[in-house]
C-alpha cells in the first residue's frame, strides 16, 4: 500500500456502491434463475450463464478501480453545495453536489448517497449544506470522486 494509506474492503464497496451492488444482485439473480430452469434447458437460462461471468468481472473490476483511487488517488477537500432527497419513497437516497478544486481547476459534481451510513428520515441527513467533506480524485478522471468517510 502507498504510504500508509487504506483502501475499502471489497464488502464495503459493495455496500456503499451503487454500480457494484447492482452487479451482484444481477449475479445473484442468475445463480437463482439458472437452476430453476436448467432441467429444460431453455434458451433463457444460456443467456443467464452468459450473463453471469460478465457480472462478476463487471464487480471485480468495480472493486479494483476503487481500491485502487483510494490507494493512489489525492484527497481534496470539497464542499457541499447541494442536497437533495431522492425519491419520496422507497430506500433513503440523497444526492450531493460538491464543489472541490483539483490542480487548479474547480469542478462541480453530483454523488448520491446512500447505504449502511443513511437513516431513512429525511430530516437526519448526515450532511449539511457548506459542510466540508474529503473526496478521493481519480487523478486519470478528476471528474470521478468517492466521499472518503462513506468507504473507509
Known amino acids: 500500500m502507498d504510504d500508509g494509506r487504506k483502501a475499502p474492503s471489497a464488502w464495503t ?7 457494484a451492488l447492482v452487479c451482484v444482485v444481477i449475479c445473484i ?3 437463482l434463475f439458472v437452476p430453476m430452469t436448467i432441467v429444460g434447458i431453455p434458451p433463457e437460462a444460456y ?6 461471468p460478465v457480472g462478476i468481472l463487471f ?3 468495480r472493486v479494483l478501480t476503487i ?5 493512489h488517488g489525492p484527497e481534496v477537500e470539497a464542499t457541499i453545495a447541494k442536497i437533495s432527497y431522492l425519491p419520496p419513497y422507497g430506500p433513503p437516497l440523497w444526492e450531493l453536489e ?8 474547480e469542478y462541480k459534481i ?9 437513516v ?5 441527513v448526515p450532511y449539511k449544506l457548506s459542510d466540508k467533506t474529503v473526496l478521493v480524485v481519480d487523478p486519470r478522471k478528476p471528474e470521478r470522486t468517492f466521499l472518503k468517510d462513506r468507504f473507509l
Open 98 to 105: 460538491l464543489k472541490y478544486m483539483y490542480e487548479g481547476r
Open 67 to 71: 481500491r485502487r483511487i483510494f490507494l
Open 47 to 52: 443467456l443467464g450463464l452468459a450473463v453471469l
Open 29 to 31: 439473480t442468475v445463480l
Open 110 to 118: 453530483r454523488q448520491e448517497v446512500f447505504g449502511r451510513r443513511m
Open 120 to 124: 431513512p428520515w429525511r430530516e437526519k
Open 13 to 19: 464497496v459493495i455496500k456503499e456502491d451503487s454500480f
Open 59 to 61: 464487480l471485480a473490476w
